[in-house]
């Protein structure tokens, strides 16, 4: 479980999440055996993906698709108003560095595009799209909330992972101005951009999260809400019965056939769902198709 703190800053000017992020992206290299390679790029895109869930409100979710054409592959992240965050990458063994840092770019690739696809319980989804400008998740995100949504912003992430591949430090601040928010309030947060640029060093020196905040504006903040953020996945055996139902009948007369069992894995947690040959008889009679005697 993590924490993450909403705040007003600059007499109300400025936006700021803050979000402590090492406990969920343990929970993703746990769950997917990651390198920490890619297990910085999922970590990163997961806690800006936690911060801009909690923009949302109600039962409103969002999902953030990246495809940098690196070796990593696909990394996906859902996210929802409830500090629920769940992720996963299309290579999870792979591990780049350079001068001993762990190197994101190459990891992640910066030949491709971000998408955001918000689902605000409207008719339609909403999904916005920018072309990937460095491969450095904090810049490319920082241009996606300029480009897309029109805010300018400031986001510093940082990790530092012990020698046994887990996270020790990992989390993220995001920065946003108010439309109210004025010239001097930009030189203000420009004057801070140094000591945020080392952002694992200020979550290493101060835990209590509230003391970074302390640290960037003083006493002019105030936090409008703390709340507990976890690596969470939706998914149930009943979920991917509907997805097994759905292949159709013909399909499920097959797996009974050869295996006489069906296995599903979930792709965002690495859950491991069994049916055996009675419950693939019952999915036989919701799901589509002709009927074994009919194929004949
Ligand atoms: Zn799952």
């Not at 996210?79 to 999870?92: C, I, L, M, P, S």
């Not at 999915?283 to 004949?296: Q, R, S, T, W």
Request: charged letters at 25%; one cysteine or more; glycine letters at 8%.
């Amino acid at each position: 479980m993590g924490i993450l703190i909403k705040a007003l800053a600059l007499n109300e000017r400025v936006r700021v999440y803050l979000a402590n992020t090492v406990d969920i992206t343990n929970e993703a290299i746990k769950r997917h055996d990651l390198w920490p390679s890619a297990a910085s790029v999922l970590g990163k895109t997961m806690t800006i993906g936690v911060m801009m869930g909690a923009m949302l409100k109600g039962d409103e979710a969002l999902t953030i698709k990246i495809d940098g054409n690196g070796p990593i592959g696909n990394v996906i992240v859902d996210a929802d108003a409830k500090g629920n965050v769940r992720g996963y990458v299309g290579r999870e063994h792979v591990h780049f560095d350079k001068k001993n840092m762990i190197d994101d770019v190459t990891t992640l690739g910066c030949n491709g595009y971000i998408d955001v696809i918000k689902d605000l319980k409207l008719k339609d989804l909403f999904t916005s799209s920018i072309p990937i400008q460095t491969g450095d998740l904090a810049k490319d995100f920082t241009y996606y909330f300029a480009a897309s949504e029109q805010t300018p912003s400031l986001i510093s992430l940082g990790s530092y992972f012990a020698v046994n591949g887990f996270a020790e430090v990992f989390g993220g601040i995001l920065i946003q101005l108010m439309p109210n928010a004025t010239e001097d309030d930009i030189n203000y947060l420009e004057s801070k951009v140094e000591l945020l640029s080392s952002f694992s060093k200020l979550l290493t020196t101060y835990p209590q999260q509230e003391n970074i905040l302390k640290l960037i504006f003083g006493e002019n903040f105030h936090i409008i809400e703390t709340k507990e953020i976890q690596f969470n996945c939706d998914c149930s055996k009943e979920k991917f019965a509907g997805g097994i139902t759905s292949l159709g009948k013909e399909e499920i007369y097959d797996m009974i056939a050869t295996d006489h069992k069906a296995e599903v894995v979930c792709h965002y947690c690495k859950e491991v769902y069994h049916y055996n040959e009675e419950e693939l008889k019952e999915l036989l009679k919701y799901a589509k198709g002709n009927n074994k005697n009919e194929i004949n």
